[in-house]
């Protein structure tokens, strides 16, 4: 279930797709047929076609995010999602969104550690418009002054909303930064606001001829078309981009932690916030299944076991919550809890850390078990729900898990699943060892 990655950089991390306009869905269980095949310049694409609705989804997927960056000139990657709607060669500035307006389609961008994603939903008579605005992005994308100034200040004040004048804003860029002391993952895909001042027009232009490249994107289109008129579209529109390069891609290892890293942040807050980032396998990883439905036994709405026991029963949290950095390289297990008033964070990391040591403990309950099956079950289901929902998932499980088939096979591996199997993964990866306890405390207490 690739896309809890990409939900967790749109709540978390506040990258948004805003997909909720499409809301064409099909009928629950209904596989998803679809063809795939390549260019010769290396660019693969993937259709699915659905005459049902008059709609029409162009997407591309690009193999580079926040993990592919210089250290020395992070958040080139987010930089590029806002740079690349400034237009290009044959796209006035400013006439990209204009285009997509006056054809009645709404489209979005958001960056995550591995991948930068664009896409279009549109009438479906207006396919080709995708197509070109899209080859255009890839061909032709206008890398000048002007558009890498105008987006600087864009960056900036993104981050300064959502990072930095926001209470907890930068709990996310503390907790990964402790938590990786050499993968890329360390730092957030909004990057250093210093890097991209420091950064040469130069520079952008080698990342974008690096990794904007057919062989690093994957087209998926879903919707109302046609699949042999759309394969000549595709063709038409992006077999003639020739940039044949290597792509480099990360070989940097995480090493194993064996010491549990403790620390404060004191921010502007009025109440206490821990976060607990157990490190855990990637997300192809056969563990990875277990992980996630162990989050849901934790957290996972009112009957989860964090909110009965923290915040119904113990009143100590005013919320709590588990889930899964599902990356390509090994990611992340987080739990965090926000105190009530008057609560010290010491007395939630204590009753949190019950909690998780009844699931190492001992088997979950036979009708727990099935409830967290059938949640698995629907938010399966429920992701790819839409034409749109459709057009991610084939794209990110072609990328990353090299089998675009998996759309209509995935849950098995989550069905597969043993209460024995989420009790191994708790004990396995759920040691202090393996973790960092961060808490956010006001700064009021700061020299208590």
Request: proline share 4%.
């Amino acid at each position: 279930m690739n896309k809890i990655l990409y939900a967790f950089c749109i709540c978390l991390i506040a990258f948004s797709p805003a997909f909720a306009t499409d809301n064409t869905r099909l009928p629950a269980r209904q596989e998803i047929d679809f063809t795939e095949f390549d260019l010769d310049n290396g660019l693969h694409v993937i259709l699915h076609q659905d005459n049902s609705t008059p709609i029409v989804v162009v997407s591309i997927l690009y193999h580079v995010g926040s993990k592919n960056e210089n250290p020395e000139r992070t958040g080139f990657a987010h930089f590029f999602e806002h740079l690349l709607f400034e237009g290009s060669e044959n796209i006035k500035r400013g006439q990209f969104d204009e285009l997509i307006s006056n054809a009645g389609a709404v489209n979005n961008a958001y960056t995550s550690f591995d991948q930068t994603y664009y896409y279009e939903l549109l009438p479906s008579n207006q396919l080709e418009l995708g197509l070109y605005l899209e080859s255009e992005r890839l061909m032709h994308a206008k890398i000048d002054s002007i558009g890498v100034e105008t987006q600087r200040e864009v960056v900036k004040e993104e981050k300064r909303m959502r990072y930095d004048n926001q209470p907890y804003g930068t709990r996310w860029v503390e907790t990964f930064s402790r938590s990786f002391s050499v993968h890329p993952y360390q730092w957030m895909p909004i990057g250093s606001m210093e890097h991209l001042d420091k950064a040469t027009l130069g520079e952008f232009m080698e990342f974008y001829n690096t990794y904007y490249v057919p062989q690093n994107g994957t087209i998926s289109i879903a919707g109302d078309i046609d699949i042999i008129k759309t394969k000549e579209l595709v063709i038409k529109y992006f077999a003639d981009i020739k940039k044949p390069k290597i792509v480099p891609r990360v070989e940097v290892v995480e090493p194993q932690q064996k010491k549990e890293k403790r620390d404060i942040v004191y921010d502007n807050i009025q109440l206490p916030m821990i976060l607990l980032s157990y490190h855990f396998p990637e997300q192809t990883a056969k563990d990875y299944y277990a992980v996630e439905m162990l989050t849901k036994v934790l957290a996972d709405g009112q009957s989860s076991r964090f909110y009965k026991e923290l915040v119904d029963k113990e009143q100590i949290a005013l919320t709590s919550g588990a889930f899964t950095v599902a990356t390509e390289d090994p990611g992340l297990f987080i739990a965090l809890g926000l105190a009530n008033s008057g609560i010290e964070v010491e007395k939630l990391e204590e009753s949190m850390d019950k909690e998780i040591e009844k699931v190492k403990s001992e088997l979950i309950s036979e009708r727990e078990f099935q409830k967290i099956r059938n949640q698995v079950e629907n938010d399966f289901y429920s992701s790819n729900a839409t034409m749109a929902g459709i057009a991610e998932s084939l794209a990110n499980y072609h990328v990353f898990f090299n089998d675009a088939n998996l759309i209509n096979t995935e849950i098995e591996k989550y069905m597969a699943v043993t209460q024995e199997d989420i009790q191994k993964a708790a004990m396995k990866y759920l040691n202090k060892e393996n973790r960092v306890v961060l808490y956010y405390l006001p700064k009021s207490q700061e020299n208590n």
